[in-house]
């Protein structure tokens, strides 16, 4: 990458990079024809309204399942007997990987509701009204919601001190509703103070300034010895309660932390050269919130459909396509996968691409950064060439792309802890678009790439076709590609200091980073 934000050809690509198609890739002369062949008749028969009706497909399997595809329920496993089951058909050695892991979620779909005046019913979820608190406790509360040392309209930023002293809750009426102000103090100094005043339960809302107004990622409470249910609510949501006398509401919040089984589809194909395996995944589980289309259900659609249509082909390198599971828990499904191979194994590995999200509403065409001229952090060895036919692609159709950070947040994550060359895309999850990205990719500067990120409305009206359809092609181009030839990579893995350190930002994967402070 030359640029992080670059418009068609337009910046540093050289005169003999415009020239290229994207299907001119350099190889040996036999593998360049084969390869050429290869990508030209897959980039065709890889439709995005084939795509499409995988998406179709995994939407059912949500609307069937409580609206969800999450990780440890029946429709994460419905989910992935659909996609075994082309893969088996299109002739496939397909393997079902299980491994357990810590379910962290709710029984019942968590509740707030104003119940007077003028009842209101909030939605729950990341871009919707409020989350439950991170070690906050079950409970089922109505109660009068009663301010406490509120600034309204809010000052500078991080200044409103709500909560933060006992003195705040002088007066309080004990079995009443604590409603807090985000500010000065962290989360759990509010809610313990709250608890010694005799509240039946917290709502914490977010402060109010620029950047402080919607519903945070992952807010925490610090550890157990909280006794009461407490959500985090944004700004709006505690304007509203506050301005509404006498406000009465309706909490409840039913959580689960048990140990289920999930699963791995790993599938390969029965040709070409196991010691020079070419590998692409994404991840097939969502969120409990929501039916999980964009995040990944269009990752998963896209990589299905390319490996249907390359189960056509004869590669001269053996292909193996990973659907993951628990990636919303931690990338737990590609860890468990890499962490499961030997040596041996992981160096037969010549290269890993990932796909999670190539289809958001407001999208950018992002492409890891393989190189770190974007972002500081490059990935191993070879992932810059990954990086660059990823450009050479969007340059060759005349289409704008940028960078993506190479953060450990999806599940490529594992794969360059260990030192395999890895690229992908991406296009995009809460960040909010620029007005410079919309002047080049279109869309709505100000509002998040994906504003259904995490929420219930990740539903198939949340995928942009166009974006769908050329990320397909794109899969499909460097699949054809590195399916008879993979250039200047390294086939050598090994683990470096810096992808170890990536490897130990797992933590931050789809949820962020946790909030506990103020």
Not at 290 to 310: F, H, K, T, Y
Not at 342 to 361: C, G, H, V, W
Request: glycine letters at 12%.
């Amino acid at each position: 990458m030359r640029s992080r934000l670059r418009k068609g050809v337009l910046g540093g690509i050289t005169a003999a990079a415009v020239a290229l198609s994207p299907l001119a890739f350099t190889g040996t002369a036999d593998a360049h024809r084969g390869g050429d062949s290869a990508v030209r008749k897959l980039v065709k028969e890889v439709s995005g309204k084939n795509v499409k009706k995988h998406l179709q497909a995994l939407q059912s399997i949500a609307n069937a399942n409580n609206g969800t595809r999450v990780s440890g329920t029946p429709g994460f496993d419905a989910s992935r007997d659909y996609v075994a089951r082309k893969l088996r058909g299109a002739g496939y050695d397909v393997t079902i990987q299980p491994f357990e892991f810590t379910f962290d979620g709710y029984r019942t779909p968590p509740v707030l509701k104003r119940t007077s005046p003028d009842p209101k019913t909030y939605s729950y979820g990341f871009f919707s009204d409020f989350v439950s608190m991170g070690d906050a406790p079950a409970g089922a509360v109505s109660g009068t919601v009663q301010a406490v040392d509120l600034v309204l309209p809010p000052g500078p930023a991080n200044s409103s001190t709500s909560g933060c002293e006992a003195a705040d809750f002088a007066g309080f009426v004990a079995g009443n509703v604590a409603l807090l102000q985000r500010g000065t103090c962290n989360f759990r100094v509010k809610v313990e103070n709250a608890m010694a005043a005799g509240a039946s339960a917290a709502i914490v809302f977010n402060e109010g300034q620029e950047g402080r107004t919607e519903v945070d990622l992952n807010p925490v409470l610090g550890g157990p010895g909280i006794t009461i249910p407490s959500f985090f609510a944004r700004f709006s949501v505690g304007q509203e309660l506050a301005a509404a006398a006498g406000a009465a509401v309706q909490m409840n919040w039913d959580p689960i932390v048990e140990t289920r089984t999930t699963y791995n589809v790993i599938a390969q194909s029965r040709k070409g050269n196991p010691d020079n395996v070419v590998m692409l995944g994404s991840h097939l589980d969502g969120v409990q919130e929501g039916p999980g289309i964009n995040d990944n259900g269009s990752g998963s659609a896209g990589l299905l459909e390319v490996a249907l249509q390359a189960a056509k082909i004869k590669p001269k390198n053996q292909l193996r396509f990973a659907f993951w599971g628990a990636e919303e828990f931690g990338l737990l499904g590609s860890e468990h996968y890499v962490t499961s191979l030997t040596a041996e194994q992981r160096a037969k590995i010549t290269l890993y691409l990932n796909f999670d999200m190539i289809a958001s509403p407001n999208y950018t065409f992002g492409i890891y950064d393989g190189d770190g001229d974007a972002f500081g952090t490059a990935g191993p060895p070879g992932s810059d060439v990954i990086e660059e036919d990823f450009e050479k692609f969007f340059a060759g159709r005349g289409l704008p792309y940028k960078g993506s950070a190479f953060t450990g947040r999806s599940d490529y994550g594992p794969f360059i802890a260990v030192g395999i060359p890895s690229g992908g895309l991406f296009t995009g999850a809460e960040t909010l678009k620029t007005a410079e990205e919309a002047a080049i990719f279109g869309g709505t500067a100000g509002i998040p790439l994906d504003p259904c990120y995490h929420s219930v409305c990740d539903t198939i009206e949340n995928i942009n076709d166009k974006a769908l359809d050329v990320n397909s092609d794109a899969i499909a181009t460097l699949t054809a590609k590195y399916a008879f030839d993979t250039g200047t990579i390294p086939t050598d893995p090994a683990p470096t200091a810096a992808a170890a350190q990536r490897a130990d930002a797992k933590h931050l994967h789809q949820h962020g980073p946790a909030d506990s402070a103020s």
